[in-house]
């Protein structure tokens, strides 16, 4: 079993949908938890970033954390085609060490906005 | 220009040829990573380095050496290519740990990656 899942997709939504991404985990070290977004053929870019449990907003995008279910959402409304891409979450144990410093990244989840 | 670049973009290799993947940033970070991308696995570590000098093994790191000489460059050597090295490349630099707060501290830039192809 891998440490973070992720549904693939592909998800397909009409533009002003309302878009949630899931990520389920199963270390309860992580305490940074981060949404990266991927452009076909980029590098990913960070989106969003949470440190523990919560939410965060950001504009259209929403991050939340649930410790105790180990499960991550990210948000997006008013949902646009340039939101189209992969979007990855990434989680972190933190702290100084090089290996603290590491991410543990899901598969991703391709979205695509349609007009 | 500021940044991480990757060299080259694309490269089609043959099995069993050496091939050097290139790594530059230029912010000084401490931290660089390595990491292959293919469907279903998503993004994997291979080698990370905390500094000059010093690299240790990620989760994928058969078949792979690195070395890092100098704080801003952080190649990637395949020894003897094989298919199942086929993949997307991605370098990553991040600077030191602080304030736990503050995303800045954790964030990994990327590069624009490298697409290899071992025939």
């Known amino acids: 079993q891998k440490e973070v899942e992720q549904d693939p997709g592909p998800l397909s939504v009409p533009e002003g949908a309302i878009v949630s991404l899931n990520c389920t985990y199963s270390?309860?070290?992580?305490?940074?938890f981060m949404w990266y977004r991927q452009y076909s053929r980029k590098g990913p870019e960070l989106l969003m970033y949470t440190y523990s449990s919560g939410n965060k907003e950001d504009g259209r995008f929403t991050a939340q954390v649930d410790k105790s279910s180990k499960y991550i959402s990210l948000f997006i409304r008013d949902s646009q085609p340039s939101d189209s891409a992969t979007y990855l979450c990434?989680?972190?144990?933190?702290?100084?060490?090089?290996?603290?410093?590491?991410?543990?990244f899901g598969t991703g989840t391709r979205l695509q906005v349609t007009l | 220009d500021a940044g991480i670049t990757q060299s080259p973009r694309y490269k089609i290799t043959e099995t069993g040829r050496q091939v050097t993947l290139m790594c530059h940033q230029t912010w000084s970070h401490s931290y660089m990573f390595w990491y292959r991308q293919d469907l279903g696995h998503g993004l994997r570590l291979i080698y990370y380095s905390a500094a000059a000098d010093i690299t240790d093994k990620g989760e994928v790191p058969d078949g792979y050496v690195v070395s890092r000489s100098k704080t801003e460059n952080f190649p990637l050597t395949l020894e003897s290519a094989t298919r199942s090295q086929t993949s997307v490349y991605f370098c990553?630099?991040?600077?030191?740990?602080?304030?736990?707060?503050?995303?800045?501290?954790?964030?990994?830039?990327f590069g624009p990656g490298t697409r290899l192809t071992v025939t």
């Open positions: 990553a630099s991040k600077g030191l740990g602080g304030i736990p707060e503050a995303s800045g501290n954790y964030e990994q830039y």
């Open positions: 270390n309860s070290a992580f305490q940074y």
């Open positions: 990434a989680m972190s144990r933190g702290g100084f060490s090089g290996t603290a410093s590491k991410l543990t």
